[in-house]
């Protein structure tokens, strides 16, 4: 991959762009090399520019706020991308109606609804995900998923196209949406419904206190590492790994989280094959087990 002209393009228009960039600082878990480029744009045109400029030359991966990807300790051959804090805005359109950019926090985005008495985005103050995230998942907890209340979604593909896609055009699927993978989620719209602020309050409180009392907190984890299985069980992958392996089970610093069995943790310095041997460990003894198979939710960056 030649970057001279990406580096001339760097100092010409003072970009946030970095080469050979430390990527293991940027995602939940701490693991991971470098990637060849970084790049954080700071608005739409820095975006299409360099997308023009990059010409397809190797590989993109947007990176949201790194909550559920598990990088490789190799070199990521191509560009890193993490949109700039202009694509986090926020504002209300109708009095049930939220744009969003793809940057924000889901949390952050829970709470502007509240503030604007506006109900349906409550069970999003428990993700630790930005939106665009969210949307690439279909993101969900408690009975809720993105796809309740998306409206459409605003996107630019790889050529610099710019696109708005109505959520009927959308495939959804538990934990996954059908749309081209060259598409890179600018902003969505959301519809919800008005309700009293101190009521959306006190169920997001309830919601807080359901998930710190099931779900670790504070430490190196990616989330839910394995889907729900579909229409095989009616046990959650939770269940599934409790019946199927012991908890104290480590790959070196890689383990399985004593509160819930199905968030594996980086317990200091652990490696990409030893999270990635407890992951295959895992799904073996599951599927010896059950005769069941898991499949991840995380995602593995190659």
Not at 49 to 70: A, E, H
Request: aromatic share 10%; net charge positive.
């Amino acid at each position: 991959m030649k970057l001279n002209d990406i580096e001339s393009y760097k100092l010409k228009y003072n970009l946030e762009l970095y080469f050979d960039f430390d990527i293991k600082k940027l995602n939940w878990f701490n693991i991971g090399g470098k990637s060849k480029i970084f790049f954080k744009p700071k608005n739409l045109k820095e975006l299409k520019d360099f997308l023009t400029l990059y010409s397809n030359r190797g590989k993109i991966f947007i990176l949201g706020m790194g909550s559920n990807v598990l990088f490789r300790d190799s070199i990521y051959d191509g560009v890193v991308i993490k949109l700039g804090n202009n694509f986090s805005s926020i504002s209300k359109l109708k009095n049930d109606t939220i744009i969003v950019g793809s940057s924000c926090s889901q949390k952050k985005f829970s709470n502007f609804a509240m503030e604007n008495e506006i109900s349906g985005f409550e069970f999003m103050s428990c993700i630790p995900g930005s939106i665009g995230g969210g949307l690439k998942m279909n993101s969900g907890c408690f009975g809720k998923e993105f796809k309740d209340n998306l409206i459409s979604l605003q996107c630019i593909n790889l050529d610099g196209t710019l696109k708005v896609i109505p959520s009927q055009k959308i495939t959804f699927n538990y934990r996954n949406i059908e749309l081209d993978e060259d598409l890179i989620f600018l902003s969505a719209t959301f519809k919800g419904h008005k309700s009293n602020k101190n009521k959306i309050k006190s169920l997001m409180k309830e919601l807080e206190i359901k998930k710190n009392n099931n779900q670790p907190s504070r430490i190196k984890t990616g989330g839910s590492t394995f889907k729900n299985p579909i229409d095989q069980t009616s046990k959650k992958a939770w269940e599934l790994i409790r019946a199927s392996v012991q908890n104290n089970i480590n790959f070196g610093d890689a383990s399985i989280s004593e509160k819930h069995s199905n968030f594996f943790v980086n317990k200091n310095n652990a490696t990409f094959d030893e999270m990635f041997s407890l992951i295959n460990y895992v799904k073996k003894k599951v599927k010896e087990k059950t005769g069941i198979n898991i499949n991840l939710e995380i995602k593995i960056v190659e």
